[in-house]
């Protein structure tokens, strides 16, 4: 069953002397207990569309069109036995379907804030900076009860803070002490904690591992996926480390330039490959199954995104762009289809899709993207 529905969605920054379109056109969907991971570099835009969808977004960031589909009502919109009220789902002043998805981007700043942590919470990047250095550990978590069970008595949100904390394999004794006091990982897990303090059915993990080292990386992926398992929680995990995907997530979405340029079950975007931004990721990462070889690099920078063209947004550092990528920006292609109509647009969010139009060459293409030449030769003709 979906839990989430991104359609189309759009998003810009004002800078005051020109726009920035961090995020064109964006479309994916999220089922209940599943973990999918957006994916690519510093500046793709993946923290951006991440945080837009429970309005986090900077003071000049805007939602410019889309729509973002929750499955969870507000609680005053629900009747007795949690469905929308008929007089909610009738009244076009609300966002809400008739099957009861609520449309997040149309929220006001209140409304929205009814939203976070009870229905969907962050695990933001920088878990020093998400904790509150002048309030207790267990305070923070207990806060983030109140505010949205306000008829909890404080002694069982004390004692729920401390069972979190437990939970992700922190003493319950520690919550008593300060952000100073823990190990980088420790706060990483406190914010996981806290992200968990209202049974969320979603959680956003922004980088949940940068900055840790490889032994504490592990422990917190295994603890995101002992959580999912064990809560039915679904995860949206933003990484520009595609061995970190690779281990925790169901579904991958590349991004790259504000777009979504590959994307579907990680296993197939892995080991079927069927963009050329994709392939030039996989060549700058090491692997220890295959022999020693140098890594590959994908030349040049990524986009401007100021004023963007029609064009491909990868054009300028792909190998393989055609006169028709100068044209516009490719749909997404049915890349499960057979070899003879993979150019056949794909509406659906979850099977393979691709942006490029040479979809129907994906053998040359995986082929000629293995060798460092190929990305060579793209620098020398720019």
């Not at 810009?12 to 690519?40: K, N, Q």
Request: negative net charge; glycine residues 6%; charged residues 30%.
């Amino acid at each position: 069953m979906t839990l989430l529905e991104v359609n189309d969605l759009s998003i810009r920054y004002d800078t005051g002397d020109a726009e920035v379109h961090a995020i064109d056109g964006v479309t994916f969907s999220i089922d209940r207990g599943e973990t999918y991971g957006l994916v690519g570099e510093s500046g793709c835009g993946k923290t951006t569309l991440a945080k837009s969808i429970i309005h986090l977004l900077d003071h000049n960031g805007f939602i410019e069109s889309g729509e973002v589909w929750f499955d969870g009502t507000l609680p005053h919109w629900e009747d007795e036995n949690g469905d929308p009220r008929r007089e909610i789902v009738e009244d076009d002043r609300y966002p809400v379907r008739d099957d009861g998805m609520t449309d997040l981007a149309q929220l006001d700043t209140e409304q929205i804030r009814d939203i976070r942590w009870r229905n969907i919470a962050l695990i933001p990047q920088s878990a020093m900076n998400a904790l509150n250095p002048v309030y207790k550990v267990g305070d923070q978590i207990v806060e983030a009860v109140l505010r949205h069970e306000p008829h909890t008595p404080e002694d069982e949100a004390h004692q729920r803070a401390r069972d979190l904390l437990e939970r992700v394999g922190i003493e319950p004794d520690r919550a008593d002490d300060y952000a100073h006091e823990y190990s980088g990982g420790m706060k990483q897990r406190a914010v996981i904690a806290m992200a968990m303090a209202c049974n969320p059915d979603m959680l956003i993990a922004d980088e949940p591992t940068t900055a840790l080292d490889v032994i504490i990386q592990d422990r917190i992926l295994d603890e995101l996926d002992e959580l999912q398992k064990e809560f039915n929680v679904s995860i949206l995990v933003v990484s520009h480390d595609i061995s970190v995907m690779a281990e925790i997530c169901d579904q991958l979405a590349v991004m790259y330039g504000g777009k979504i340029m590959e994307s579907g079950p990680k296993t197939e975007v892995f080991q079927q490959s069927a963009n050329p931004y994709t392939l030039g990721l996989k060549n700058s990462f090491p692997t220890v199954k295959d022999e020693q070889t140098d890594l590959v690099s994908i030349p040049g920078s990524p986009p401007t995104l100021l004023d963007p063209d029609d064009e491909c947004r990868f054009l300028d550092r792909c190998p393989f762009a055609v006169e028709e990528c100068r044209s516009s920006h490719p749909p997404m292609y049915d890349v499960s289809a057979g070899e003879e109509s993979r150019r056949v647009t794909a509406e659906n969010p979850q099977i393979h899709r691709s942006a490029c139009y040479r979809v129907d060459e994906l053998e040359t293409m995986r082929t000629e993207a293995s060798k460092e030449e190929t990305w060579q030769a793209t620098t020398q003709n720019r």
